[in-house]
């Protein structure tokens, strides 16, 4: 069965200290999908990034960046300097090879206090 | 930037009427999804179509819930008879294709059953 967990429910960071945002899956398959989203205040969902099983190269695009480890099951989400604007809900997701939905972890809700 | 959009971005109802939400996909995807978010709870998936035809659904897309794609454009989903419970953001997505292909959300319909 396809799971995802965000142990952080909340978390409030002061504006330009770096946060990471947790999160680990579970999965049977071998060839998989990770997602990231986010979702500001006004509610739409934000594409972040899309992640397949057989890349574990970390990412980095901009102020955000990405850690995939296979051998924790963790795809952890880091934003450095955050800023203000960063505040929203972010998902992380699962999705399995021939499968059509995504399974989403619960959200981390991320406040930036300017 | 080609983007998912939805109508109504709020409609309130009355239980036990039915409501259309509707959906225009991005131009040349062909895969489409309606996922549901209580306030406050993860995203869910509802139910993937793909050639005119349902291709997966969940345990929440029971009877009362049904898709059409009306035309070339529009992907609508139907509740039959609102229950309390169905009070959610619907959240429409379209993606190129299958296997882990990154999917992109609308803004949502905010949907009040009273």
């Known amino acids: 069965a396809q799971k995802v967990t965000q142990a952080q429910t909340e978390i409030s960071v002061v504006e330009k200290e770096d946060v990471t945002l947790d999160c680990v899956y579970e999965?049977?398959?071998?060839?998989?999908?990770l997602f990231w989203y986010k979702q500001p205040p006004s509610g739409e969902l934000v594409f972040l990034i899309r992640?397949?099983?057989?890349?574990?190269q970390n990412e980095i695009s901009g102020r955000y960046s990405w850690n995939f480890q296979k051998s924790t099951s963790s795809f952890n989400f880091t934003i450095t300097a955050s800023q203000v604007v960063d505040s929203a809900v972010y998902f992380c997701?699962?999705?399995?090879?021939?499968?059509?939905?995504?399974?989403f972890g619960k959200g981390t809700r991320l406040h930036i206090l300017p | 930037e080609p983007e998912v959009t939805q109508t109504p971005s709020h409609q309130v109802t009355q239980m036990g009427q039915e409501v259309i939400l509707r959906c225009v996909p991005i131009?040349?995807?062909?895969?489409f999804y309606w996922y549901r978010q209580i306030l406050g709870q993860k995203v869910e998936f509802l139910v993937s179509?793909?050639?005119?035809?349902?291709?997966?659904k969940s345990e929440i897309f029971d009877d009362q819930f049904s898709v059409e794609r009306p035309d070339g454009s529009n992907f609508t989903l139907k509740i039959r008879s609102t229950k309390l419970e169905d009070s959610a953001m619907y959240f429409c997505?379209?993606?190129?294709?299958?296997?882990?292909?990154?999917?992109?959300f609308g803004p949502g319909t905010r949907l009040t059953v009273l």
């Open positions: 997505a379209s993606s190129v294709g299958l296997a882990g292909d990154t999917q992109y």
């Open positions: 999965t049977r398959d071998t060839t998989y999908y």
């Open positions: 992640r397949n099983s057989f890349d574990e």
């Open positions: 997701a699962l999705s399995e090879f021939l499968n059509d939905k995504i399974i």
């Open positions: 131009s040349n995807h062909l895969y």
């Open positions: 179509f793909y050639n005119n035809e349902i291709s997966e």
